[in-house]
């Protein structure tokens, strides 16, 4: 996990967001994607561990002018920022330390386009994060949340969400579950005019 691939102008093509980076199955390639040629600006991940899909994110707002926030309780900052710094990419890079509930109840850095649930994978973790920066994602944004397949409480969550126990409107999100690798559920929010 030391060392990330992040590959050149190769790399920055569309296809990759639909099929090969989803037939390889890294999940990291495709929220590269996703927030690059989404045009997204403001991403927020939840969970930053050691940096690895911190940097791919860090790598889309290079792109795309923008800001990758990453929030984590810190156990592994120094590792995560050297890790960012190593492929230069700090200046797109911002570290909180913090509970990612806690710091999605209490955020005033304005609506984000993008946000990747990846913190505390228990039931009441993923929910509390779910509820804390829903309200933040922008009308055309996307929420990922990771791990539905290999963890239990993310998984919890993704079927609450798909079966309309949302902790928001089901009107207001359209739902893409990916079950490869551990699993992922993609959530994109609609606005007013897809209310019935
Ligand atoms: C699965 S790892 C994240 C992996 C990272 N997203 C990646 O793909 O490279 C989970 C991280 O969440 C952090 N974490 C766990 N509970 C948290 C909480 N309540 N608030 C903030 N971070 C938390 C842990 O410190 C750990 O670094």
């Given at each position: 996990?030391?060392?990330v ?9 569309v ?12 999940f990291?390639q ?32 290079k ?37 990612s509930?806690?710091?999605g109840r209490t955020?005033k ?9 990846d ?28 791990d539905?397949v ?5 998984g ?13 409107d ?24 897809h209310?019935?």
């Amino acid at each position: 996990m030391e060392q990330v691939q992040l590959c050149g102008d190769d790399f920055d093509h569309v296809n990759l967001l639909t099929s090969e980076s989803m037939m390889a199955g890294q999940f990291d390639q495709f929220i590269y994607c996703l927030t690059r040629f989404t045009g997204a600006r403001e991403v927020v991940e939840l969970g930053v561990w050691k940096g690895q899909t911190a940097a791919f994110l860090a790598k889309a707002m290079k792109h795309n002018g923008g800001m990758c926030y990453g929030v984590d309780v810190g156990e592994y900052q120094t590792e995560a920022m050297a890790h960012i710094e190593r492929l230069q990419l700090s200046r797109w890079f911002t570290y909180i330390r913090g509970d990612s509930a806690e710091v999605g109840r209490t955020w005033k850095r304005g609506r984000v386009n993008f946000v990747f649930v990846d913190a505390g994978h228990d039931y009441d973790h993923v929910r509390a994060d779910v509820e804390a920066w829903w309200p933040h994602l922008r009308v055309g944004g996307y929420m990922a949340i990771h791990d539905i397949v290999s963890r239990d409480g993310a998984g919890r969550v993704a079927s609450e969400i798909t079966t309309g126990k949302a902790p928001f409107d089901t009107w207001q999100c359209l739902v893409l579950p990916l079950y490869w690798e551990h699993g992922a559920l993609v959530v994109t929010k609609l606005g007013e005019s897809h209310r019935e």
